[in-house]
């Protein structure tokens, strides 16, 4: 099966702080994605990696930057947390194959206070 | 992105009832997929349909694809109480980007 772990599933955090969410895959999976999730918004993608220090922006990067230093770890940072980054942070991976399936990881629920 | 539409924003229905979620969209597609979510937790990939299929069945799921109208349907059969979740469609773009709906909230009632 394949396992996406996300390392916090609840964090709380104060305007201004630095916050890492940590993602790790077991597959050896080259995409890797970050996406916010908000209720009646649906998903939307932040950041995404294609490979090893390779990284894409997705439709909402601001306020977020990435790291990929290795093919099986893929951290969303938030430079300086803003109250409107409160909310469901995802991780995926893609499947085998070309179809786009995506594997999630249970997801972290940031609150910034 | 353009985001899909999806209908109803929520249902609820009793227990061994059909549930039925629809998918709309505006421009082509490679497939589209499924997705569940079960509150608080992360997405589970429910079932994929290609553009060139018109419907699938999984257990007791079953998918329809109607590319002429842009639209497809999500039917749980016999729905049970461990159903009760939100549901996803996206769609795969030319480059397997894919985008998403705002999902549909089932609650399945004892």
């Known amino acids: 099966d394949v396992k996406v772990t996300q390392s916090s599933r609840y964090l709380v955090k104060r305007t201004g702080e630095k916050v890492f969410l940590e993602c790790v895959q077991d597959?050896?999976?080259?995409?890797m994605f970050w996406y916010r999730q908000d209720p009646g918004l649906g998903l939307r993608l932040i950041y995404f990696s294609y490979d090893v220090k390779m990284k894409e922006k997705g439709d909402i990067p601001e306020g977020y930057s990435v790291s990929r230093e290795k093919k099986e770890r893929f951290s969303l940072i938030l430079e300086s947390a803003s109250t409107n980054q409160t909310s469901m942070y995802l991780c995926a991976i893609t499947g085998t194959g070309n179809t786009g399936e995506l594997f999630f990881g249970e997801g972290s629920r940031l609150t910034v206070l | 992105s353009q985001q899909g539409e999806e209908d109803p924003q929520a249902l609820s229905i009793q227990e061994g009832e059909n549930a039925t979620m629809n998918c709309s969209y505006k421009?082509?597609?490679?497939?589209l997929q499924w997705y569940r979510q079960n509150s608080g937790r992360g997405l589970v990939h429910l079932i994929l349909?290609?553009?060139n299929e018109r419907e699938k069945h999984s257990g007791r799921l079953r998918v329809t694809l109607d590319t002429s109208k842009k639209s497809s349907s999500l039917l749980i059969t016999a729905s049970r109480a461990a159903d009760t979740a939100s549901y996803f469609c996206?769609?795969?773009?030319?480059?397997?980007?894919?985008?998403w709906g705002a999902g549909t909230k089932l609650i399945i009632k004892p």
């Open positions: 349909i290609r553009s």
């Open positions: 996206a769609r795969s773009d030319s480059n397997y980007q894919l985008i």
């Open positions: 421009t082509s597609i490679n497939n």
């Open positions: 597959m050896d999976h080259e995409n």
